[in-house]
């Protein structure tokens, strides 16, 4: 299956679940990869959500996971290793060396809270020992909250959480004591602040019991506040030029983030950020909006990316120069080649059969089909609009150990001359329909008697299945519209049919799409009664 995506989603949180989720339902082919380390996995629940209040995390993905995979969204369980490429044709390696390409990126990887190095934080970090209020001070009201001074923002979060409680006190830990003002802030509000150095957590059974000081004390505590750097998880995307930047709350640094624009976009095209790696505030349901938000996005651009295709396409179709020129501009774009290099499935099903002989491979591009053909034993003769494609066709025959005939010519009006094919083919060549039963007409006239003349094309049935392709429906054809176009006199059809094979699904898990295929084989001429003598 292809490989091929209009967006990979690197993480599978809530922003890129729902990233994903709006272009599975826009009909986009997307794959989401994620090494499974959710950020909220210690936490029993998640809360704020409308709707999914107390909802364990594991819940929620796993029924997101779900939701996408019914639109068609590939789930790739896995670590990125190395993402690579430009706008367009972006690389995305995994540590399984699965290499998955897409047209655009976002990334949701989310954010790493580097805790306080205090025994038993870490442990009992996400049950009973908590930053954001917002998320879990309902759980813990009433009861005896201390909050360990790690840095500026400590200060704000001991008066935030005594919203919550009454019984509140502030550890000075290593922290120098609160400004006067501060303090009578504190005293005011009935935060008692506690001197000395934490050394660690106390606990019974698992659960907290208290603080301790070095001292020796032991404060009685039900639940623990500390204040985390938040770091983004973006090292992966370095290669690309994206490098995380410090993340700022007035003047105090609480970590680093990805910067993007108001549309979510990063500063390198094509590459979108959401959820908590770009915004180290974002609950779920935040970055699950903001997941929405860029996919709306990533699509509109997509949208003027295909509009712009779709026009090349026409004009290519119809002004020769324009044509050669832009079949040229595609392939140098591309430093290795454009295709995959392998045999088109067609092909190798319908001329594995087949005697070797003489072939012409029209429309050869990078030679996949050729190389194969001369592998086999044929003689195979690769033409194509693009001097750069068959280069590299010529490059890649003389690696098989083949040698392939190259001719540059454009196929919408070349004619055979007296040269004859044995087999004449031609894979994903398409025409307008002005032009296409001309082109498969002078094909055929260059089919010898007793050869196959075997044409693939994308069936035009396929744009009504949400597969996006540039142009209409008309543009593409049918097997039965194929043979149509032969003379039944001289030629006897053998196969005429639009062969579904498996595809990426964009709306029902895996979808079937359509080959439009024709084989059929020249007659040999009639022998009249004279001529036997």
Same mark, same amino acid.
């Given at each position: 299956?292809?490989?091929?995506?209009?967006?990979? #989603?690197?993480?599978?949180?809530?922003?890129?679940?729902?990233?994903?989720?709006?272009?599975?339902?826009?009909?986009?082919?997307?794959?989401?990869?994620?090494?499974?380390?959710?950020?909220? +996995?210690?936490?029993?629940?998640?809360?704020?959500?409308?709707?999914?209040?107390?909802?364990?995390?594991?819940?929620?993905?796993?029924?997101?996971?779900?939701?996408?995979?019914?639109?068609?969204?590939?789930?790739?369980?896995?670590?990125?290793?190395?993402?690579?490429?430009?706008?367009?044709?972006?690389?995305?390696?995994?540590?399984?060396?699965? #290499?998955?390409?897409?047209?655009?990126?976002? %990334?949701?990887?989310?954010?790493?809270?580097?805790?306080?190095?205090?025994?038993?934080?870490?442990?009992?970090?996400?049950?009973?020992?908590?930053?954001?209020?917002?998320?879990?001070?309902?759980?813990?009201?009433?009861?005896?909250?201390?909050?360990?001074?790690?840095?500026?923002?400590?200060?704000?979060?001991?008066?935030?959480?005594?919203?919550?409680?009454?019984?509140?006190?502030?550890?000075?830990?290593? +922290?120098?004591?609160?400004?006067?003002?501060?303090? $009578?802030?504190?005293?005011?509000?009935?935060?008692?602040?506690?001197?000395?150095?934490?050394?660690?957590?106390?606990?019974?059974?698992?659960?907290?019991?208290?603080?301790?000081?070095?001292?020796?004390?032991?404060?009685?505590?039900?639940?623990?506040?500390?204040?985390?750097?938040?770091?983004?998880?973006?090292? #992966?995307?370095?290669?690309?030029?994206?490098?995380? $930047?410090?993340?700022?709350?007035?003047? %105090?640094?609480?970590?680093?983030?990805?910067?993007?624009?108001?549309?979510?976009?990063?500063?390198?095209?094509?590459?979108?950020?959401?959820?908590?790696?770009?915004?180290?505030?974002?609950?779920? %349901?935040?970055?699950?909006?903001?997941?929405?938000?860029?996919?709306?996005?990533?699509?509109?651009?997509?949208?003027?990316?295909?509009?712009?295709?779709?026009?090349?396409?026409?004009?290519?179709?119809?002004?020769?120069?324009?044509?050669?020129?832009?079949?040229? $501009?595609?392939?140098?774009?591309?430093?290795?080649?454009?295709?995959?290099?392998?045999?088109?499935?067609?092909?190798?099903?319908?001329?594995?059969?087949?005697?070797?002989?003489?072939?012409?491979?029209?429309?050869?591009?990078?030679?996949?089909?050729?190389?194969?053909?001369?592998?086999?034993?044929?003689?195979?003769?690769?033409?194509?609009?693009?001097?750069?494609?068959?280069?590299?066709?010529?490059?890649?025959?003389?690696?098989?150990?083949?040698?392939?005939?190259?001719?540059?010519?454009?196929?919408?009006?070349?004619?055979?001359?007296?040269?004859?094919?044995?087999?004449?083919?031609?894979?994903?060549?398409?025409?307008?329909?002005?032009?296409?039963?001309?082109?498969?007409?002078?094909?055929?006239?260059?089919?010898?008697?007793?050869?196959?003349?075997?044409?693939?094309?994308?069936?035009?049935?396929?744009?009504?299945?949400?597969?996006?392709?540039?142009?209409?429906?008309?543009?593409?054809?049918?097997?039965?519209?194929?043979?149509?176009?032969?003379?039944?006199?001289?030629?006897? %059809?053998?196969?005429?049919?639009?062969?579904?094979?498996?595809?990426?699904?964009?709306?029902?898990?895996?979808?079937?799409?359509?080959?439009?295929?024709?084989?059929?084989?020249?007659?040999?001429?009639?022998?009249?009664?004279?001529?036997?003598?």
């Amino acid at each position: 299956m292809d490989e091929t995506y209009d967006v990979v #989603v690197i993480g599978g949180g809530a922003a890129g679940l729902s990233g994903a989720l709006a272009l599975g339902r826009a009909r986009r082919s997307v794959a989401v990869v994620d090494e499974g380390t959710p950020r909220n +996995a210690p936490a029993h629940a998640m809360h704020n959500y409308l709707g999914r209040d107390g909802t364990p995390p594991a819940d929620l993905l796993a029924a997101g996971r779900a939701e996408v995979a019914g639109y068609g969204v590939a789930l790739v369980d896995g670590t990125v290793t190395a993402v690579g490429g430009s706008v367009g044709a972006f690389t995305v390696e995994t540590a399984a060396g699965r #290499v998955l390409r897409a047209r655009r990126l976002l %990334v949701t990887t989310g954010l790493t809270d580097e805790l306080p190095e205090i025994p038993g934080v870490r442990e009992l970090w996400g049950t009973d020992v908590l930053h954001c209020p917002y998320c879990h001070g309902w759980e813990v009201r009433d009861q005896a909250i201390g909050v360990v001074a790690t840095g500026p923002l400590s200060l704000h979060q001991a008066q935030l959480w005594r919203q919550w409680s009454a019984d509140v006190v502030l550890f000075q830990h290593t +922290a120098d004591a609160p400004p006067a003002d501060v303090a $009578e802030a504190l005293a005011a509000r009935g935060v008692r602040v506690v001197t000395g150095e934490v050394v660690a957590l106390e606990t019974d059974g698992g659960r907290l019991t208290g603080v301790r000081l070095a001292s020796g004390e032991v404060v009685p505590r039900a639940a623990v506040v500390v204040a985390p750097r938040f770091t983004a998880r973006s090292a #992966v995307l370095a290669d690309l030029g994206i490098e995380a $930047e410090p993340f700022r709350m007035g003047e %105090v640094v609480m970590g680093t983030h990805v910067p993007v624009d108001a549309r979510g976009a990063t500063a390198v095209p094509g590459v979108w950020a959401a959820g908590n790696v770009t915004d180290l505030g974002a609950q779920v %349901v935040s970055s699950a909006a903001a997941g929405l938000w860029a996919a709306g996005q990533i699509n509109a651009d997509l949208l003027a990316e295909d509009t712009r295709l779709a026009v090349d396409v026409l004009r290519a179709q119809t002004d020769p120069v324009y044509g050669e020129q832009w079949w040229e $501009e595609r392939y140098r774009s591309h430093a290795h080649t454009v295709w995959s290099g392998r045999v088109n499935d067609v092909l190798a099903t319908e001329a594995a059969d087949l005697p070797p002989g003489r072939a012409l491979d029209a429309g050869a591009g990078e030679g996949g089909d050729a190389v194969w053909l001369a592998r086999r034993g044929w003689a195979v003769t690769a033409l194509d609009l693009s001097r750069t494609a068959l280069d590299r066709a010529a490059a890649a025959a003389e690696a098989a150990g083949v040698a392939l005939d190259t001719r540059q010519a454009d196929v919408s009006s070349w004619e055979p001359g007296d040269e004859r094919w044995d087999l004449v083919t031609a894979s994903f060549l398409h025409f307008l329909p002005a032009t296409r039963d001309d082109v498969l007409r002078r094909l055929a006239t260059a089919v010898a008697p007793g050869g196959t003349l075997l044409v693939t094309m994308h069936d035009g049935g396929d744009l009504s299945r949400g597969v996006q392709r540039p142009g209409l429906p008309e543009w593409y054809a049918t097997g039965e519209q194929l043979a149509a176009v032969l003379d039944a006199g001289d030629w006897e %059809v053998e196969v005429a049919e639009s062969r579904p094979r498996e595809a990426r699904g964009h709306e029902h898990g895996s979808v079937h799409v359509a080959d439009a295929v024709l084989r059929a084989r020249r007659r040999q001429p009639a022998v009249s009664p004279s001529s036997r003598g």
